[in-house]
């Protein structure tokens, strides 16, 4: 199987008739995933890459059963994109889009998470399982299908890890990108779950960085219920107290969040621990 995108997979693009929306959903239907609809208020009868166009999300759920949304509406429209899709009734959101009020994320997490909806970011590269379905931005050319679970705050950490797999010769079986900032859905606790309990996926990668407590959460999480071999990368060893890096959720405050303290869990919970992200696919083997 994969977790969480599948052949079951019918994807809806809210936001299809943007430059971000359009490119993508062609991306995704090469990557194989079934693009069902996309939804741009005022552009009903339009199609996008062979995609019908519908003017709200229930004319689009009705006409063809879409399940999973991928969400590229500008970020002050993503509250609203995020209720429309969870009212719609679909079983996983995945929201693409950066800078979204941390209010509007705050509300659209705790609808989502009291309604058994599977949220992935905001601001993430999104999901893709290889031979399945992709919903975001990961670079299609970079998978393999395989047996190995990656989940990442960094996207584009993301990528050069799962090239790097790839290219040793190893495939993926689901690649997860759930965001870095300070407000997410999934997190990491959550996907090593899933990992845990998808037949298809033999080890595991955790990609962190600095800023918040995932990573040690994580590895408390993978001492007492993770069986699978996992190997991790942690980004910004190096990065000074009080500097937001990139992501609105990789800062070092107080003392807290620092890389040589996530590293340190880690290793304790018995996870391999690489230098540079080129030693992944040595810790893999």
Same mark, same amino acid.
């Given at each position: 199987m994969a977790i969480i995108v599948d052949e079951n997979t019918k994807l809806v693009v809210q936001?299809? =008739?943007?430059? !971000?929306?359009?490119f993508h959903t062609m991306k995704m239907k090469e990557f194989g995933t079934q693009v069902v609809a996309g939804v741009t208020p005022g552009k009903a009868g339009q199609e996008v890459h062979g995609v019908p166009v519908f003017d709200t999300l #229930?004319?689009? $759920?009705?006409?063809?059963?879409? *399940?999973t949304s991928a969400i590229f509406v500008p970020a002050p429209f993503v509250l609203d994109a995020g209720i429309e899709a969870i009212e719609e009734g679909l079983s996983t959101l995945v929201v693409i889009t950066e800078h979204v009020p941390v209010q509007d994320a705050m509300r659209l997490v705790s609808l989502a998470k009291s309604?058994? $909806?599977?949220?992935?970011?905001? *601001?993430c590269p999104g999901v893709g399982s290889p031979g399945s379905a992709k919903a975001g931005i990961l670079p *299609? !050319? %970079?998978?393999?299908?395989?047996? %190995?679970?990656?989940?990442?705050?960094?996207? =584009?950490? =993301?990528?050069?890890?799962?090239?790097? %797999?790839? #290219?040793?010769g190893m495939g993926q079986s689901t690649c997860v990108g759930i965001g870095g900032d300070r407000v997410i859905g999934t997190t990491f606790v959550d996907c090593l779950r899933l990992f845990e309990e998808d037949d298809q996926t033999a080890k595991i990668v955790l990609v962190g960085e600095i800023g918040g407590s995932a990573e040690e959460e994580a590895a408390r999480f993978i001492s007492r219920h993770i069986s699978k071999p996992v190997c991790s990368y942690v980004a910004g060893r190096s990065a000074p107290p009080g500097k937001r890096m990139g992501h609105a959720g990789a800062i070092i405050s107080r003392g807290t969040g620092t890389a040589e303290s996530k590293i340190r869990a880690l290793k304790e919970a018995g996870v391999k621990v690489a230098e540079t992200t080129a030693e992944i696919p040595q810790l893999l083997k």
């Open positions: 936001g299809i =008739t943007g430059h !971000q929306g359009t #229930r004319d689009a $759920v009705g006409s063809t059963g879409a *399940n309604t058994g $909806v599977r949220m992935i970011g905001p *601001n *299609n !050319q %970079i998978f393999m299908k395989g047996d %190995i679970g990656v989940v990442s705050r960094s996207g =584009t950490l =993301t990528y050069e890890i799962v090239d790097s %797999i790839t #290219r040793a």
